[in-house]
């Protein structure tokens, strides 16, 4: 059980699997905790002449719910994904082409869109697509009462004043990415979260490492 006091990194157990399909270029499958994320990269292919960068590949992630079809809410989760994704990717490196992450979510048992991120980055890995460097997404959320929560259930969302999501590159000072929040926090709070998550985003590196690993010894 994660101790859930004030500025704690405890994490979920994450699982991952690469090359769990033949099909795609990459994929991977990720779990934290009991959610799970399937990632698949298609590419460097080709693209339409209308869709077509001169100086770089397009970049293009399409998000697909458990069920029915994606509505706001995961069509901001995709674009927030993508742009992610886009800063990850060595894009110049081909141009006139288009690499498509494609993520279904099998299970939503909360911190989703981190894990998404996740499995997107480990996708790439696999795909072996160039990349600036690896990019770990945590989410947190903050209590009544103070307290920090990495990695929170559906519940713990639920009943949460404010949540966080943060993605840091993998470098030693870990330069934030990308990020998002909602609900009611102070500045002094937000910073707080910051750094629990930055502390909590250097295990997730640790452990895209070791499953790469892991991956290479069993090929």
Request: aromatic residues 6%; charged residues 25%; negative net charge.
């Amino acid at each position: 059980m994660r101790n859930k006091k004030a500025e704690n990194a405890d994490l979920m157990r994450m699982m991952c699997e690469l090359s769990p399909l033949s099909r795609p270029d990459g994929s991977a499958t990720f779990c934290l905790g009991e959610t799970v994320v399937i990632a698949a990269v298609y590419g460097p292919g080709e693209v339409k002449i209308q869709k077509e960068l001169a100086t770089e590949a397009n970049v293009e992630v399409v998000y697909k719910p458990k069920i029915g079809l994606p509505g706001c809410t995961e069509r901001f989760q995709e674009h927030i994904v993508k742009n992610t994704c886009k800063s990850l990717v060595l894009s110049t490196q081909y141009p006139r082409t288009k690499i498509t992450v494609i993520l279904q979510e099998l299970q939503d048992s909360g911190s989703l869109l981190a894990s998404c991120i996740n499995a997107a980055c480990l996708a790439l890995i696999d795909s072996s697509v160039a990349m600036k460097c690896l990019i770990a997404a945590v989410s947190c959320v903050l209590n009544g009462d103070g307290t920090i929560v990495v990695d929170p259930t559906s519940a713990e969302e639920q009943d949460a004043t404010a949540s966080f999501l943060f993605a840091f590159d993998s470098r030693d000072d870990g330069v934030l990415v990308s990020s998002h929040s909602e609900g009611t926090f102070s500045r002094e709070e937000y910073q707080k979260c910051l750094i629990v998550c930055r502390k909590a985003s250097k295990k997730i590196v640790e452990f895209y490492r070791s499953s790469v690993e892991i991956g290479r010894a069993h090929v």
